[in-house]
Every structure is written in C-alpha cells, then in structure tokens.
Nanobody, 126 residues
Framework: QVQLVESGGGSVQAGGSLRLSCAAS????????MGWFRQAPGKEREGVAA????????YYADSVKGRFTISQDNAKNTVYLQMNSLKPEDTAMYYC???????????????????WGQGTQVTVSS
C-alpha cells in the first residue's frame, strides 16, 4: 500500500532553514502530484507546495513563495521541501501527501490529495 514517510522537522530560530524529506513507496512513483501541507494548532490544514513528479512543474502557496522550494529525486522516490527564511508563523505539523490521479493540472488542487504521511513537526521561535 501507499506509504509516505516524512523526516527533517525540528526547532529553529526565525530566519533559519530546514529541509523536509518525504520518502514514498507502495505505488508507481512517476507522474503523480506530491504535495506538502501544514496544520498549525487551531487552524485548518493548508497546502504549501506541490510538484508534478512526471515533469517537475511546481505550485506554491502565496505565503511561502520565494522562501520554500519543493524538489524531487525520482531515483530515490523522494520529495523535499527546502524552507528558508523561516518565520514563527511557519510553525506547524507538516505533512507529505499524494494526489494519485496522475494529472499535472490537479497538483494545485489541494483538496484532491488522498494519501497522507504521519507528519513532522516544525517549530520556529522568534
């Protein structure tokens, strides 16, 4: 079955950087949408970034554009989220997710993601 395993979370001061990793298994990795989401306490889950693994097209939430970069290593079935210039408001549980329809134009449709990892905590202190 589909497995998504996140790693790389932690605590960092404002202005710092972290890189999250998501190792995927249990399905055909190529030509899918892989996304990163986050959920802060008391807030709804929001889409942060997504990539179409079949061609590298990326999508970003406005709140992270210019600071976060999503990338992939297809040889390792792994997607990364490089987070720079972190702010306290970036504090949240970060989740990796898969949208399995395999259509690039769906990657930015955050509500369609249907497989989820267990999450990794990111805490940014001021």
């Amino acid at each position: 079955q589909v497995q998504l395993v996140e790693s790389g979370g932690g605590s960092v001061q404002a202005g710092g950087s972290l890189r999250l990793s998501c190792a995927a298994s249990g399905y055909t990795y190529s030509s899918n949408c892989m996304g990163w989401f986050r959920q802060a306490p008391g807030k709804e889950r929001e889409g942060v970034a997504a990539v179409y693994t079949g061609g590298g097209v990326t999508y970003y939430a406005d709140s992270v554009k210019g600071r976060f970069t999503i990338s992939q290593d297809n040889a390792k079935n792994t997607v990364y989220l490089q987070m720079n210039s972190l702010k306290p408001e970036d504090t949240a549980m970060y989740y990796c997710a898969l949208e399995s329809a395999g259509l690039e134009f769906l990657c930015g449709s955050w509500a369609l993601y249907n497989y989820w990892g267990q999450g990794t905590q990111v805490t940014v202190s001021s």
